[in-house]
Each structure stands twice: as structure tokens, then as C-alpha cells.
């Protein structure tokens, strides 16, 4: 339900509380759009965050993390708590945004309606990720333990050696060097069949995922989808036109053989290796299981390799693309959690009478990632910085797997259950069903920790629910990791604490 208020010095805010957007981002969002847009101009006098917090009804902790945000990039100065101005200089690209943001407030939205899939995307939430990583957001790596001397130093080189080539388009499938330095990988790593001609390189993992629905999707078509899925891959998958029909996930993965008419759909996507979001691995059998019925089915197979270079139990299980004897599984690999999300590149490897229609989409999509980037990380991939990486890496995120799991059963051990994950840079953890998920993560964004509800990536609203949540530890030393799982700890006594007091109420109340 949304908050409303007009406080005499500045605009209406409004507050969703039913968003995973915490509050205090929104409050945040909204104060700076009042700033670039003049509502509230250079040298206003801010109320106290006590006044605006009883003014909007929010905790003054909400206030304070709004302010404080605003005060870091500059839109505010002062003394937060007591004397808080907007900025009488604001910096020059924020006075750029002013007159974007003028103008794009002047657009009525019923005058000028989207398409029905132009819909779908706007529905989407976007999972806010920028920045400085906050714990627990999941899904970013150790951006602190990235080699950037050896990164900046390839830079360098190639600037010095081929400027004019880095400078025109590239090759829509990818960077020649780049493509082959990943099908050398891919073999030996993670047990993938594949030349470089069948390699597409794009802009990661969510453009593959795009890339292949636009291809592989008519409007209406059934498309297998894991239940929990990973959202912005079901976004996609929804704006392609695909009907989603949501198959259990147990411990064993995907179980394709309780889906009574799997038969008529046209493409499964998976995430076999490290399950999005529950952790899990796929066993043999079910893989089996699952390539026979695409075979049987004439379907495809989109598997989501996304983050399995990090597995701390046993040897990686190879993917499922290696199994594949009929040329079924489009496989989907990423640089996003091996080495940092911003540098975009991630690849597609199709089967063989696929890698004309993924060219030709890729080039109708944008045409080609940068030249330097590719030539950069083909560099690192051959001169042996890339296995290196991961090797180092894997003993930081297994330190940092254990510090978390152990500073949670320290603090709300009787609150939720906690397993190792045998992968990725991630854990989800199980809450009794009593404790709302949602309510927890909101209290959890009120103290300043990201905690993902593990319900947000239900696809069959009608499942019981399922509360847990969705850690990210790959980009926390062991002191924010254990600072944040104190204040997580606090988050869920305090929902679990509400829940109880009002199921007594209910139990008088009979
Ligand atoms: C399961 C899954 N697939 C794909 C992606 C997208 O990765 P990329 O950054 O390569 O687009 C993510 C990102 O978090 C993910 O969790």
C-alpha cells in the first residue's frame, strides 16, 4: 500500500511498501528526482530525518540511509540529522539529467501506450545492482579481488597496438581470438562439445536468454521453465510471447517426468549445474531424463551455465550441452560472476544449424560487443590469468561461504536453516513458512542488508509458498559479512517476534 504525504517544503513522496525496492531507495529516488528537476531547488532546507520520517511513517533509520546516499553522490550537504540543504553546486552531469528528466515528466503515458510485450517488460522489477555492492546483494563477485593492474596493463596493449581495428564494428558472432580462447576453455572446464564457429558472443547471459526465445518463440508456445526461476530470465522469456509452464525442482533438479504434457512444448530452460535460485545440482539420471524428452519433444534446451566455475565439493559435473547427442541444448556461459558484471560479455554455443539465425540476431541486436573488451579477455583467457583467477577466487568464496553460514546460525539459527552450497557465490536458506519472506527482507533493507525473498521468484502463484533467502557473499569480507548477518539476525526476530504475537492474538481470539 502506498504512503502519501506533502510536506510544506518539498514534493509528494510516495512510498510503496509492497516493492522489493527497499524504502529507503525510494525515498532516496524521489528526493533526487525532486532536486534534478528543480522541485526542490540548491540551498532548500531539508526537514529533520525525525520530521520526515513521522511525516512519511517510516523508520528514521530509512530517512538517515537516504540522505546518507544523497550526500555521498553529492545532491546533498550538511549535517545529516540536523541541517540538511540540496546542494547549492550540483555537479555538471547532474544538471545534464535535469533537463532529460524535465522533459521526460512532461510525457503523458495514457497518450502514448506500449505494445502488449512493451507491457510485459514494464512489469518487470529490476533488481537494483549498482554501485558499491551492499550485503547481501547476490549475484555480484569479489569486484575488490579483480586483477586490474593485469586487466589495465592488456588495455594498454591493445591501444598501442591495433587502435584503428578496435575502433570499426566487429564480427557479429564475436572476436576470432576471443571465440577460440573460449572453446579451448570450455572442453577441458566444463565438458563442452563445441568448435569456435559455434560460439556467438554477446553481451551476457540475459542477452543470450533474449536472443534465443526471440528466436525459438512464437507467440503462445509452452516453454518449461524451473520452478523458482530466475526473474529476469523469465522476463524475457514472458516478452518473447511464451506461455511459462513451471516444473518442480527437488534435490535431484528439475524433474521433468511429473509434467503431464511436456510433450508440446518447444524449449526448457535450465540452470542444471547451479540451480537459480535453489542451489541445487542436477543428477545424472534426471539429465538423461531431461535430453531424452527434448529429443522425443523436438525441443530445445536452453541451459544457463552462469556462475558453475566455482564448485567447492567435488569435481565440476560437466555440463549438460556435453551429454547431448542430438544437437538439442543451446548452452549459455557468462563473464558476469567469473570476473565483474560490468564488463558485459558473456557467449552462446549453438548447435550447429542454430549459428546462422544467433549471428543474424545478434547483429539485428545491437551487433557486436566491443572489440577491446573481447580482445582483452581473449588475452586473459590465453595467457593463463583467467584459470588463475578462478583457482584464487574459489578459496576466497569458499571462506567467505563458511563465515556467512556460520555467523547466521550464530544469530537466527532457530530462525532458519542453512545449508552449504556446493557452488556459485550464493546460498539460499529456508525460513519456517510462518515468517513471511517479503516482510523479512523488508525489515532487512530498513537496517541496510539486501536479503532477496525467495517466494519473489515463484512462477505458479498457486504453489504454497516456500519463505527462504537469497544470499549473495561473493562480493563481502568476512567483517561485512558478519556485521550484516548480526543485522539480518535482528531483521528476522523482529518479523518472527510480529508473527507470533499475532497468531496468539488470532488463537484468544477463536
Ligand atoms: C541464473 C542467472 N542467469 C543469468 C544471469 C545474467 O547474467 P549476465 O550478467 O551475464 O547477463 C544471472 C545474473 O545474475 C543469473 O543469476
Avoid at 584459470?387 to 563458511?402: D, F, N, S
Wanted: aromatic letters at 6%; hydrophobic letters at 40%; charged letters at 20%.
Amino acid at each position: 500500500m502506498a504512503k502519501t504525504s506533502m510536506a510544506s517544503s518539498f514534493a509528494a513522496v510516495l512510498l510503496d511498501e509492497s516493492s522489493s525496492v527497499p524504502l529507503y531507495r525510494q525515498l532516496y529516488d524521489r528526493l533526487r528526482e525532486a532536486i534534478l528537476i528543480g522541485q526542490l531547488p540548491p540551498g532548500t532546507h531539508l526537514p529533520s530525518t525525525r520530521e520526515m520520517a513521522t511525516e512519511l511513517k517510516v523508520s528514521r533509520h530509512t530517512v538517515f540511509n537516504a540522505f546518507e546516499l544523497l550526500q555521498a553522490e553529492g545532491y546533498v550537504e550538511g549535517q545529516i540529522g540536523s541541517g540538511t540543504f540540496v546542494a547549492r553546486t550540483l555537479p555538471e552531469e547532474l544538471l545534464q539529467a535535469r533537463a532529460g528528466s524535465q522533459n521526460i515528466s512532461l510525457v503523458n503515458p495514457e497518450a502514448r501506450p506500449v505494445s502488449q510485450r512493451g507491457k510485459i517488460i514494464t512489469r518487470t522489477q529490476i533488481i537494483e545492482r549498482t554501485g558499491l555492492p551492499i550485503p547481501f546483494m547476490q549475484g555480484v563477485p569479489a569486484l575488490d579481488e579483480f586483477p586490474i593492474a593485469t586487466w589495465s596493463r592488456l588495455v594498454a596493449k591493445h591501444w598501442r597496438q591495433s587502435p584503428q581495428e578496435l575502433l570499426n564494428y566487429g564480427r557479429a558472432d564475436g572476436y576470432a581470438p576471443l571465440r577460440e580462447a573460449i572453446a579451448a576453455y570450455l572442453g577441458p572446464s566444463r565438458g563442452v562439445q563445441c568448435n569456435s564457429d559455434q560460439i556467438i558472443v554477446v553481451s551476457g547471459a540475459q542477452q543470450a536468454i533474449d536472443l534465443a526465445a526471440r528466436i525459438l518463440i512464437d507467440d503462445g508456445d509452452p516453454l518449461l521453465v524451473e520452478e523458482f526461476c530466475y526473474g529476469a530470465a523469465r522476463a524475457a522469456l514472458l516478452s518473447a510471447g511464451a506461455r511459462l509452464v513451471p516444473v518442480p525442482v527437488d534435490e535431484a533438479g528439475l524433474n521433468i517426468s511429473v509434467v503431464a504434457d511436456s510433450t508440446s512444448a518447444r524449449l526448457a530452460y535450465v540452470t542444471p549445474s547451479h540451480q537459480y535460485p535453489l542451489g541445487v545440482t542436477m543428477g545424472t539420471s534426471r539429465r538423461q531424463a531431461l535430453l531424452d524428452w527434448a529429443n522425443r519433444a523436438r525441443a530445445w534446451i536452453l541451459e544457463d551455465d552462469y556462475d558453475s566455475e566455482y564448485r567447492y565439493t567435488e569435481r565440476p559435473l560437466p555440463a549438460l550441452q556435453g551429454m547431448d547427442r542430438n544437437g538439442r541444448v543451446i548452452y549459455i556461459g557468462t563473464f558476469s560472476k567469473v570476473l565483474f558484471p560490468a564488463l558485459r560479455l558473456g557467449f552462446v554455443v549453438a548447435p550447429p544449424d542454430l549459428v546462422d539465425a544467433f549471428v543474424t540476431a545478434r547483429a539485428t541486436l545491437g551487433w557486436c560487443s566491443p572489440t577491446l573488451d573481447q580482445a582483452v579477455l581473449a588475452d586473459f583467457i590465453t595467457q593463463g590469468h583467467f584459470t588463475r583467477h578462478i583457482r584464487r577466487m574459489r578459496t576466497i568464496y569458499a571462506e567467505r561461504q563458511a563465515a556467512l553460514i556460520d555467523a547466521l546460525e550464530r544469530e537466527a539459527g532457530d530462525l532458519l536453516e542453512i545449508k552449504a552450497s556446493d557452488a556459485g557465490i550464493h546460498v539460499t536458506c529456508s525460513l519456517s513458512n510462518r515468517i513471511d519472506d517479503r516482510a523479512v527482507s523488508r525489515e532487512a533493507a530498513e537496517l541496510g542488508v539486501v536479503a532477496q525473498p525467495l517466494s519473489a521468484f515463484r512462477v505458479d502463484e498457486s504453489v504454497a509458498v516456500r519463505s527462504g533467502l537469497i544470499l549473495g557473499y561473493g562480493a563481502y569480507n568476512i567483517r561485512q559479512i558478519k556485521e550484516a548477518a548480526r543485522k539480518l539476525g535482528t531483521a528476522l526476530k523482529n518479523v518472527s517476534r510480529v508473527a507470533r504475537t499475532s497468531a496468539n492474538r488470532r488463537r484468544a481470539s477463536q
